[in-house]
Protein backbone atom coordinates (compact mmCIF):
# COMPACT_ATOMS: atom_id res chain seq x y z
CA UNK A 1 0.00 0.00 0.00
CA UNK A 2 1.48 3.42 -0.94
CA UNK A 3 2.19 6.00 1.84
CA UNK A 4 -1.08 8.17 2.73
CA UNK A 5 0.74 11.78 2.68
CA UNK A 6 3.25 14.07 0.67
CA UNK A 7 6.03 16.39 1.23
CA UNK A 8 6.24 19.72 -0.88
CA UNK A 9 8.84 22.42 -0.54
CA UNK A 10 7.32 25.98 0.29
CA UNK A 11 8.67 29.20 -1.05
CA UNK A 12 11.04 29.73 1.78
CA UNK A 13 13.14 25.65 1.39
CA UNK A 14 10.65 24.11 4.51
CA UNK A 15 8.92 21.19 3.83
CA UNK A 16 5.12 21.06 4.20
CA UNK A 17 3.36 17.52 4.70
CA UNK A 18 -0.07 16.81 3.01
CA UNK A 19 -2.19 14.13 3.98
CA UNK A 20 -4.11 12.31 1.08
CA UNK A 21 -7.77 13.15 2.52
CA UNK A 22 -9.93 9.78 2.65
CA UNK A 23 -12.57 11.39 0.70
CA UNK A 24 -11.83 12.25 -2.59
CA UNK A 25 -7.69 11.58 -2.26
CA UNK A 26 -7.09 15.91 -2.06
CA UNK A 27 -4.09 16.79 -0.36
CA UNK A 28 -4.70 18.13 3.43
CA UNK A 29 -1.47 19.70 4.97
CA UNK A 30 -0.90 19.76 8.72
CA UNK A 31 -3.02 21.47 10.65
CA UNK A 32 -5.88 21.74 8.46
CA UNK A 33 -9.62 21.29 9.66
CA UNK A 34 -11.33 18.92 7.37
CA UNK A 35 -14.58 17.37 8.34
CA UNK A 36 -14.61 13.78 7.43
CA UNK A 37 -17.98 14.26 5.22
CA UNK A 38 -16.49 17.31 3.02
CA UNK A 39 -14.61 16.03 -0.57
CA UNK A 40 -11.50 17.11 -1.58
CA UNK A 41 -10.72 15.86 -4.55
CA UNK A 42 -7.96 14.50 -5.74
CA UNK A 43 -5.37 17.72 -7.38
CA UNK A 44 -6.91 20.50 -4.37
CA UNK A 45 -4.98 21.82 -1.93
CA UNK A 46 -6.09 22.78 1.69
CA UNK A 47 -3.60 24.78 3.12
CA UNK A 48 -2.31 24.50 7.22
CA UNK A 49 -5.37 26.54 9.44
CA UNK A 50 -8.11 26.19 6.88
CA UNK A 51 -11.23 24.88 7.92
CA UNK A 52 -13.71 22.86 5.81
CA UNK A 53 -16.91 22.05 6.72
CA UNK A 54 -18.96 18.60 6.43
CA UNK A 55 -20.72 18.02 2.92
CA UNK A 56 -18.19 20.95 1.31
CA UNK A 57 -16.97 20.13 -2.11
CA UNK A 58 -13.07 21.12 -2.87
CA UNK A 59 -12.70 19.62 -6.97
CA UNK A 60 -9.53 19.50 -8.54
CA UNK A 61 -7.32 22.04 -9.23
CA UNK A 62 -8.42 24.07 -6.48
CA UNK A 63 -6.74 25.53 -3.65
CA UNK A 64 -7.62 27.06 -0.22
CA UNK A 65 -5.08 29.08 1.51
CA UNK A 66 -3.98 29.26 5.18
CA UNK A 67 -6.82 30.10 7.54
CA UNK A 68 -9.80 29.86 4.97
CA UNK A 69 -12.93 29.00 6.06
CA UNK A 70 -15.71 26.98 3.92
CA UNK A 71 -18.76 26.47 4.95
CA UNK A 72 -21.04 23.32 4.90
CA UNK A 73 -22.14 22.58 1.74
CA UNK A 74 -19.99 24.90 -0.13
CA UNK A 75 -19.21 23.87 -3.34
CA UNK A 76 -15.64 25.42 -4.73
CA UNK A 77 -14.95 24.40 -8.22
CA UNK A 78 -12.12 23.80 -10.52
CA UNK A 79 -8.96 25.53 -10.33
CA UNK A 80 -10.48 28.50 -7.85
CA UNK A 81 -8.64 29.82 -5.50
CA UNK A 82 -9.40 30.96 -1.79
CA UNK A 83 -7.13 33.45 -0.50
CA UNK A 84 -5.87 33.27 2.77
CA UNK A 85 -8.14 34.25 5.86
CA UNK A 86 -11.42 34.45 3.00
CA UNK A 87 -14.79 32.66 4.14
CA UNK A 88 -16.93 30.78 2.19
CA UNK A 89 -20.66 30.80 3.52
CA UNK A 90 -22.92 27.46 4.14
CA UNK A 91 -24.36 26.10 0.43
CA UNK A 92 -22.11 29.00 -1.75
CA UNK A 93 -20.78 28.56 -5.24
CA UNK A 94 -17.38 29.48 -6.08
CA UNK A 95 -16.84 29.36 -9.98
CA UNK A 96 -14.24 27.46 -12.23
CA UNK A 97 -11.16 29.49 -12.27
CA UNK A 98 -12.35 32.18 -9.79
CA UNK A 99 -9.99 34.05 -7.33
CA UNK A 100 -11.46 34.65 -4.05
CA UNK A 101 -8.84 37.43 -2.41
CA UNK A 102 -7.56 37.18 1.27
CA UNK A 103 -10.22 37.71 3.93
CA UNK A 104 -13.18 38.18 1.78
CA UNK A 105 -16.00 37.10 3.12
CA UNK A 106 -19.18 35.53 0.64
CA UNK A 107 -22.14 35.19 2.15
CA UNK A 108 -24.24 31.97 2.83
CA UNK A 109 -25.70 30.54 -0.59
CA UNK A 110 -23.98 33.17 -2.41
CA UNK A 111 -23.29 32.28 -6.45
CA UNK A 112 -20.01 34.06 -7.83
CA UNK A 113 -19.43 32.73 -11.45
CA UNK A 114 -16.91 31.68 -13.65
CA UNK A 115 -13.78 33.53 -13.86
CA UNK A 116 -14.71 36.09 -11.69
CA UNK A 117 -12.10 38.08 -9.47
CA UNK A 118 -13.50 38.73 -5.69
CA UNK A 119 -11.11 41.25 -4.10
CA UNK A 120 -9.65 41.26 -1.08
CA UNK A 121 -11.31 42.25 1.94
CA UNK A 122 -15.04 42.38 0.14
CA UNK A 123 -18.00 40.92 1.50
CA UNK A 124 -19.99 39.99 -1.10
CA UNK A 125 -23.75 38.40 -0.89
CA UNK A 126 -26.02 37.13 -4.65
CA UNK A 127 -28.97 37.07 -5.59
CA UNK A 128 -30.25 33.46 -6.74
CA UNK A 129 -28.86 34.33 -10.57
CA UNK A 130 -25.39 35.27 -9.12
CA UNK A 131 -26.24 39.02 -9.37
CA UNK A 132 -23.68 40.39 -6.49
CA UNK A 133 -25.18 42.81 -3.98
CA UNK A 134 -23.94 45.04 -1.46
CA UNK A 135 -23.47 43.11 1.98
Known amino acids: MGKNYIDIEDERGGTLRYRKHANGRGLVAHGAKVNPKALIEAGAYVEPGAKIGAGARIVRGAWVESDAVIGENAYIDAHAHVGQGA ?49
Not at 89 to 115: L, Y
Not at 124 to 135: F, V
Request: charged share 25%; net charge positive.
Open 87 to 135: VIGADAHIGVRTEVGAGARIARGARIGDDETVAAGLRITTDRKGLWLAA
